[in-house]
C-alpha cells in the first residue's frame, strides 16, 4: 500500500509538472507573437481620478494603431512600443459609435495585427488570453500584462437600454477574467494561436446588479470601424441649409457663454422637464459629436446644427467624466 501511495503521488506530481511545463510554453509562444504588436498609450488624465494611460495595437506595419477612444486622447498622446521606442502620435480619427480610435506613427515595419489574423468565430468555452497594460504596470520595454481564461458568452451589450453607461451597443465577447481595469481598454483579447478574438474595451459596470462586465469587441467590428475611419466616411452635411436651423434651446440646453475662438462646448444649464432634462443631460457634461460630426467648439455645435432642420431627432455624444453618452434630442418631445 505504501508502494502504491509513493508511485501514485509520483504519477500526480509528474502530471501537475507537465501541465505547468505546457502553460508556460504557451504562454511564452503567445507573448512571442503578441507582445511585439502592443503599445502603451500615455495622454491627458492625472487629475480627478482620471487614469493617463491605457493599451493600443498596431494594425498596419506603417504604424497605425488602434486603441479605446476616451479622455486620454484629448491632448497630445505618446505611445511606447514593446521595445521600448517612444513616438509622438497623429491623431487621425475615431469612430463614436463603436469607441475606437485610431492613432499614427512614423515607421515602416511594425508587426501589426490584420484581417488575416482575426479569429472569426470564437465560441463559448474557447480558452482565450487578454494582454493589456492593466494599472499602468509596463512604462518602458517590459512586457504587457497577460491573463488566461475562456469565453463566457458571445452576446449583445444593451448600453441603449441604459443598462450600461456606454456609447455602444453591439456584439460583445464576455470572458471569465478580470480584463477590464483601468489601462485596459485598448488592449487585445487572442485565442491560444495567437489570433486577434477582438480588442478589449473600456470598464463599465451594470447599474442595476453592480457587477462588472469584462468584455471585448469583435475582431470584425473593429476592422469595420477602422476601414471607415481611414476612408472618412461621415454623415455629410444637406447641399441646402434648412430655413428653421436646430437649436440646443430648444431642447433646455444651454451652453457655457461663448468668450473664445475655440470655447469647449460645456453644458451650461438645463431646463427643467426639458427633452434634454428628460435624456439625463446634465451640467457640465461636454459635446463630442452632433450627429456624428466631431465638435471641438460652440462655434462647431453652432455650425453642425445650423445643417439641421428643427423638427428633426439629433443624436450627440457626450463626456462626462471616464463616461462617454450617446443622447437622441427631439423638441417635438416636449410636446
Request: hydrophobic share 40%; proline share 4%; glycine share 8%.
Amino acid at each position: 500500500m505504501i508502494r502504491f501511495r509513493c508511485y501514485f503521488s509520483m504519477v500526480v506530481g509528474f502530471a501537475i509538472m507537465s501541465g505547468s511545463l505546457v502553460a508556460d510554453a504557451q504562454i511564452k509562444v503567445i507573448n512571442q507573437m503578441t507582445q511585439p504588436k502592443l503599445v502603451k498609450v500615455y495622454g491627458s488624465g492625472g487629475i480627478s481620478g482620471l487614469h493617463a494611460y491605457q493599451s493600443g495595437f498596431f494594425v498596419s506595419p506603417d504604424g497605425l494603431i488602434a486603441t479605446t477612444w476616451s479622455h486620454v486622447l484629448d491632448g497630445e498622446t505618446s505611445v511606447v512600443t514593446a521595445d521600448g521606442r517612444k513616438f509622438k502620435t497623429e491623431f487621425v480619427g475615431m469612430d463614436p459609435g463603436l469607441e475606437v480610435a485610431l492613432l499614427k506613427i512614423k515607421s515602416a515595419k511594425e508587426a501589426c495585427f490584420s484581417r488575416k489574423s482575426i479569429l472569426k468565430t470564437p465560441f463559448t468555452g474557447q480558452q482565450c488570453f487578454s494582454l493589456s497594460n492593466l494599472f499602468g504596470i509596463a512604462v518602458g520595454d517590459e512586457q504587457q500584462s497577460l491573463m488566461r481564461g475562456t469565453v463566457s458568452a458571445i452576446t449583445k451589450l444593451d448600453a441603449q437600454l441604459g443598462k450600461y453607461d456606454s456609447a455602444y451597443s453591439g456584439k460583445v465577447i464576455v470572458v471569465d477574467l478580470i480584463a477590464n481595469n483601468p489601462g485596459a481598454a485598448g488592449g487585445v483579447l487572442v485565442d491560444a494561436g495567437g489570433k486577434f478574438i477582438g480588442m478589449l474595451g473600456k470598464e463599465l459596470r451594470e447599474k442595476n446588479t453592480q457587477t462588472w462586465l469584462n468584455y471585448c469587441i469583435p475582431a470584425e467590428s473593429i476592422f469595420e470601424s477602422i476601414d471607415a475611419i481611414r476612408s472618412g466616411e461621415r454623415v455629410e452635411n444637406p447641399k441646402t441649409k434648412p430655413a428653421t436651423p436646430f437649436q440646443l434651446k430648444l431642447v433646455g440646453i444651454e451652453l457655457v457663454p461663448d468668450v473664445l475662438q475655440n470655447t469647449r462646448p460645456f453644458v451650461d444649464d438645463v431646463i427643467d422637464e426639458s427633452p434634454a432634462s428628460k435624456q439625463d443631460i446634465r451640467l457640465d457634461d461636454l459635446i463630442l459629436f452632433v450627429d456624428r460630426k466631431p465638435v471641438r467648439s460652440i462655434r462647431e455645435v453652432n455650425a453642425a446644427l445650423s445643417n439641421i432642420d428643427r423638427d428633426r431627432t439629433i443624436s450627440i455624444v457626450l463626456r462626462r467624466g471616464e463616461q462617454v453618452l450617446t443622447k437622441r434630442l427631439s423638441r417635438l418631445d416636449d410636446k
